[in-house]
């Protein structure tokens, strides 16, 4: 019986792809097509597809392995893999539909609720605009958070809990306006601009109704915040790229008159520092391979994660990246001006280190509800969970299941 490859071996042939096109993703700020064309080929952005639609649904840990490797050579890269996963909500015969002639790639922005639905027979009338959709460049189609409205303006709210209704639609890219916005310290290569669209018809089966990421096939990967775990994974390749290039500067020739670079190799402090980021780098590793195996063995067993994995899967996406960021920083410290200049490859990993740090999903405004669920969790009553604001932890515990933003019927649409 022949195994399937891991997606490591997968993507291990691209490396080389993606170290030549370095000063392009930089300065152009894009990830070249040729680049695209061959993580789509290769399976890395189909690795949460499922099966019956020619995904992989991978394990998540392998994914998280290649995510890893490609964050190692490129930022960008390793970003842009972390989104464009192939998972959908869209309908069975929709997607069916799309992929006779067509890719499946997917950006947008399911945090910012910057569009406006208006439910009529058959779909939605949608118009908005959303920032920061990492990926858009080359995206066959994009999504964006909405509001649903009724007919005279008015927001529609859940009859459980008074709060917003939320719908999700997916646009076809010939639908969107795409805006040149991003130009940022680092991560230059995702692509990470603004877009929108001006009154558009969604079919309904284009659309989450339920507020995003919904259940609809069935599949592990659909019942649990995974594809924000690559966070860490994203983290730790920059930081084992950090230290790579600091060893580098180790081996070159001191320039003469340079007493600094005479002794750097033989510095202890040095010494200690690279041992340090090595075990904080393997720690974190072990950490995010552990949480995440038992993560998707609850999916697999159950209808959704178990809640303390979820509260855990939260803490640990936090805790590494702003472990790595630290480990980066410290590198970068060490290396003096040899990261300094422009072009420097250690220059870049603290740029796109810096700048992936601070994605709202991993702010370390986070953690305080964590720390809350572990003293409370124990108590008479239940966690204290009513104030958690992450959304790595969904649905809600049980004891706030009305909350959840799943909805049973929708309002009556207009012809």
Request: charged share 25%; proline share 5%.
């Amino acid at each position: 019986m022949t195994t399937a490859p891991s997606m490591l071996e997968r993507v291990a042939p691209l490396f080389d792809l993606v170290r030549d096109a370095e000063d392009v993703i930089e300065n152009e700020r894009r990830v070249p097509d040729e680049i695209t064309d061959a993580l789509y080929e290769c399976g890395m952005y189909r690795a949460f597809l499922p099966k019956e639609l020619g995904g992989l649904e991978v394990h998540p840990v392998d994914w998280l392995e290649a995510v890893e490797a490609l964050s190692h050579i490129n930022g960008s890269v390793g970003w842009l893999c972390m989104l464009h996963t192939g998972q959908t909500w869209a309908s069975r015969d929709a997607m069916k539909r799309i992929l006779t002639d067509e890719r499946w790639i997917i950006a947008g922005n399911g945090g910012r609720a910057g569009g406006v639905a208006r439910a009529v027979e058959g779909g939605y009338w949608v118009s908005g605009r959303w920032p920061f959709s990492s990926g858009s460049p080359e995206a066959t189609h994009l999504f964006g958070l909405c509001v649903l409205h009724d007919d005279e303006g008015n927001e529609v709210l859940s009859p459980k809990d008074g709060a917003p209704w939320f719908v999700v639609p997916y646009f076809r890219r010939e639908d969107v306006t795409l805006y040149d916005t991003w130009d940022g310290l680092g991560l230059r290569g995702t692509g990470s601009g603004d877009f929108s669209v001006d009154n558009v018809f969604v079919p309904a089966e284009m659309v989450d109704e339920r507020g995003i990421w919904g259940i609809t096939y069935g599949t592990p990967h659909e019942k649990g915040p995974f594809i924000q775990a690559a966070h860490s994974a994203h983290a730790i390749g920059l930081a084992t790229a950090a230290m790579e290039e600091l060893i580098k500067q180790t081996h070159l020739k001191a320039r003469r008159g340079s007493y600094r670079q005479l002794r750097f190799a033989t510095d202890e402090n040095l010494h200690i520092k690279i041992a340090t980021a090595d075990a904080r780098i393997r720690s974190c590793r072990l950490f995010q391979n552990d949480v995440l195996t038992r993560a998707f063995a609850s999916a697999q067993e159950n209808r959704y994660i178990d809640y303390e994995l979820r509260v855990l899967m939260a803490e640990m996406n936090t805790f590494i990246v702003h472990e790595m960021r630290e480990v980066v920083n410290s590198l970068f410290l060490e290396s003096g001006v040899g990261g300094v200049f422009k072009g420097s490859r250690l220059g870049r990993i603290y740029r796109d280190m810096s700048t992936a740090a601070n994605h709202i999903i991993i702010a370390q405004n986070q953690q305080p509800s964590v720390g809350a669920y572990w003293i409370t969790k124990d108590m008479e009553g239940g966690p204290f969970i009513e104030n958690i604001e992450m959304s790595a932890i969904y649905p809600p515990h049980p004891q706030f299941a009305d909350r959840a933003n799943i909805r049973v019927e929708l309002p009556t649409r207009k012809k």
